[in-house]
């Protein structure tokens, strides 16, 4: 890669037990849209949500950042890195991680796409959240809505039956 490191940073524990984690090296590097590339076997389809994501990237900014090896190939982040092409952004700041086998960059690949999926929503609580945003148009646009939106688009869809 083309670029120069921000600052470095590792996890503090040298071990993997109970209640510890592995220590990986990692850095924040500023590169160039060129410099990076998405895992030719990435196994998630993405271009839809590259839209939903370059709006909210329009929106609030482009804040959590892709991770790649030390060669530039996307570990995670292929979507975010589809939506900043689709801005026209040339440069960005990525996470680096180093030294991770070809095995491990591929379970994390595989782990990173999959375990969202797992999660559920509360959604009470996403309602509370969204009637906080000052500006809803821009949740719509990436497929937040709140009640009260679906009930009129409910209400206009019935509308047109009669």
């Known amino acids: 890669m083309s670029s120069f490191g921000l600052f470095r940073f590792t ?5 993997k037990g109970m209640g510890e984690i592995r220590k990986i090296e990692k850095e924040i590097r500023w590169v160039k849209a060129g410099d990076i590339h998405c895992h030719p076997s ?4 993405n271009s839809k949500s ?3 994501v370059a709006k909210s990237i329009e929106e609030y900014g482009y804040i959590n950042p892709i991770v790649v090896d030390e060669e530039g190939t996307i ?4 979507t975010r890195f589809k939506a900043l092409e689709i801005l026209g952004v040339e440069e960005f700041d990525v996470l680096v991680v180093k030294g991770l086998t070809e095995q491990e960059k591929i ?6 796409n999959r375990v969202g999926e797992f999660s559920q929503w509360n959604y009470a609580g996403m309602q509370r959240l ?3 945003v000052g500006n809803k148009e821009s949740l719509k646009e990436i497929g ?10 409910l209400d206009k869809l019935i509308a047109d039956i009669d």
């Open 107 to 112: 379970g994390f690949l595989i782990s990173d």
């Open 130 to 132: 969204v009637a906080q």
């Open 50 to 52: 590259a839209k939903m």
């Open 75 to 78: 570990l995670a982040g292929n």
């Open 42 to 45: 990435n196994p998630r389809r």
């Open 144 to 153: 937040i809505t709140t009640i009260q939106d679906n009930k009129d688009e």
């Open 11 to 15: 996890n503090s524990v040298e071990s």
